[in-house]
T-cell receptor, first 115, second 106 residues
Framework: EAGVTQSPTHLIKTRGQQATLRCSPISGHTSVYWYQQALGLGLQFLLWYDEGEERNRGNFPPRFSGRQFPNYSSELNVNALELEDSALYLC??????????????FGPGTRLTVL | GENVEQHPSTLSVQEGDSAVIKCTYSDSASNYFPWYKQELGKGPQLIID?????GEKKDQRIAVTLNKTAKHFSLHITETQPEDSAVYFCAGEGRFGAGTRLTVKP
């Protein structure tokens, strides 16, 4: 069974530009989560999508946005990039919450560097 | 909502020794507690999990214990090996602890 995939692996942008990161969940998973991990530190929760809807949002400015497509894949958009946005962006997927588990399975991440 | 606190933030042990990482949670309704291991350059990977209807679960050299009364759970790694060196995260109800960087010295 294929795991969570993310693209691109690395992304280099300059300040003020926009970045788009993509995530494909494990087959059968309807929930997708996005996290920011700066400098190998903790996981900062960004967004949670389930069945195409945004279910929860972390403490990040509105220039961080995303969406989930009908096939449950997801996109994270970061507008007006700032230097401190440089981080590893991790995507995770899980089965629907009503299946009794919320185990999240992570992708390898996208390393975003803002110059 | 749930808050999960994790200690210690860094842990260094000698190869062969045991390592223990502890987490506390605030929501008494929480009933599922996974642990993840993140190696350098990779995403976190689930290594073991426990549900609130059991007090302990073991898988070879790793075990997790849960104390629902005290609202804390712990990861135990015995006979540590250099390849156990990584960052470990606990989680509860979808919220993650801050992580523990474990270093196993040969």
């Amino acid at each position: 069974e294929a795991g969570v995939t993310q693209s691109p692996t690395h992304l280099i942008k300059t300040r003020g530009q926009q970045a788009t990161l993509r995530c494909s969940p494990i087959s059968g998973h309807t929930s997708v989560y996005w996290y920011q991990q700066a400098l190998g530190l903790g996981l900062q929760f960004l967004l949670w999508y389930d069945e195409g809807e945004e279910r929860n949002r972390g403490n990040f400015p509105p220039r961080f946005s995303g969406r989930q497509f009908p096939n449950y894949s997801s996109e994270l958009n970061v507008n007006a990039l700032e230097l401190e946005d440089s981080a590893l962006y991790l995507c995770a997927s899980s089965l629907p919450r009503d299946r009794g588990t919320d185990t999240q399975y992570f992708g390898p991440g996208t390393r975003l560097t803002v110059l | 909502g749930e808050n999960v606190e994790q200690h210690p933030s860094t842990l260094s042990v000698q190869e062969g020794d045991s390592a223990v990482i502890k987490c506390t949670y605030s929501d008494s309704a929480s009933n599922y507690f996974p642990w993840y291991k993140q190696e350098l350059g990779k995403g976190p990977q689930l290594i073991i999990d426990i549900r609130s209807n059991v007090g302990e679960k073991k898988d070879q050299r790793i075990a997790v214990t849960l104390n629902k009364t005290a609202k804390h759970f712990s990861l135990h790694i015995t006979e540590t090996q250099p390849e156990d060196s990584a960052v470990y995260f606990c989680a509860g109800e979808g919220r993650f602890g801050a992580g523990t960087r474990l270093t196993v010295k040969p």
